[in-house]
């Protein structure tokens, strides 16, 4: 280190910091898996958080990353005096490792985005699987009710009204309409 000289010490400090933007990357990435089984299991507003929490973080590290690749891009361009030749091959290895981070950031970024979508869609499907069984739920009431609005009527001539057997007959009928649409919507596989 001595020997080389403090432009190879600037870059050697800026090597690890870049080095540890690595480091910060992966721990993003094991954060990512986590949300991710959690949206697939059991998506809730709290998974939501931990991924714009992610995003956030990654969009942080990015405003700190690309200042740094500037400043290498710089020293790579000028002829300084501060400079040795012999380092410059340093400061292009350690610019080529900031591009490797950018890239990295820019997947992770994709990544967290298509964490958003897993949720969307989780939310999507948990939205209509509610709103099947709702459905089935008023297709098989709805003949029933037609039926019990129109016995609810005053009409003195109903059929089966003044009938001993009227009462169970209408009761087993809507039972029957009931089991029958139950039956066809499993034939169907709707249910």
């Known amino acids: 280190m001595h020997r080389m000289g403090s432009d190879y010490l600037a870059c050697r400090i800026i090597d690890i910091t870049v080095d540890n933007y690595f480091n910060v990357v992966e721990e993003f990435g094991e954060q990512i898996e986590a949300a991710e089984e959690t949206l697939l299991t059991n998506p809730d507003k709290n ?3 931990d991924v714009h929490s992610i995003k ?5 590290l990015r405003r700190h ?3 740094v690749r500037e400043i290498i891009d710089e020293m790579n361009k000028r002829d300084s005096t501060l ?3 012999e380092t410059q ?4 290895d350690v610019y080529d490792r900031i591009f490797e981070i950018m890239d990295l950031i820019e ?3 994709e990544m967290v985005s298509g964490l958003l979508d897993i949720y969307l869609s989780s939310m999507s499907n948990r939205t ?11 297709t098989i009431f709805i003949p029933m009710t037609f039926i019990v609005g129109l016995y609810g009527m005053n009409f003195e001539y109903m059929p089966a009204l003044k009938q ?7 009761l087993t009928l809507m039972l029957v309409i009931a089991l029958g649409m139950v039956l066809y919507f499993r034939r169907k596989k709707w249910i």
């Open 128 to 138: 209509n699987e509610i709103m099947k069984v709702l459905t089935l739920v008023s």
């Open 65 to 67: 990353v690309w200042p």
């Open 164 to 170: 001993q057997w009227g009462y169970p007959a209408v």
């Open 107 to 109: 997947t992770t970024r």
């Open 56 to 60: 956030k973080e990654t969009m942080h």
């Open 89 to 92: 091959a340093y400061f292009r």
């Open 83 to 85: 400079i040795k030749a």
């Open 47 to 49: 998974a939501l958080q």
